[in-house]
């Protein structure tokens, strides 16, 4: 058989509420790694292309970083800004 927990009112609001507040600063801090692989790249900024990918940082356009032979990663801030240089004024 269980065991029961008994807890007051209070209590169990502000428990509720810690858990929920930590939750949200993780799903935050995972949405917004500094440093991203290329397919995640390609989805932020909405491409399908590797190639497409391959010439904004051979041009420049994005930042990114190569720790291994293999491996190149992405400054999500980078693709951000290239997006909004990109972005149209409304009327």
């Known amino acids: 058989m269980g065991?029961?927990?008994?807890?007051?009112?209070?209590?169990?609001h502000a428990l509720i509420s810690k858990l929920?507040?930590?939750i949200r600063q993780e799903f935050h801090a995972a949405q917004h790694d500094k440093w991203i692989d290329g397919e995640e790249?390609?989805?932020?900024?909405?491409?399908?292309?590797?190639?497409?990918l391959q010439k904004l940082r051979?041009?420049?356009?994005?930042r990114f970083s190569q720790p291994?032979?293999?491996l190149i990663l992405y400054d999500r801030d980078s693709l951000d800004a290239y997006i909004e240089k990109h972005a149209k004024d409304t009327f």
């Open 68 to 70: 291994e032979p293999r």
């Open 58 to 62: 051979d041009e420049g356009k994005v």
């Open 20 to 22: 929920v507040t930590e």
């Open 3 to 12: 065991n029961v927990i008994a807890i007051e009112d209070d209590a169990f």
């Open 41 to 52: 790249a390609m989805q932020v900024l909405r491409i399908k292309s590797k190639t497409t």
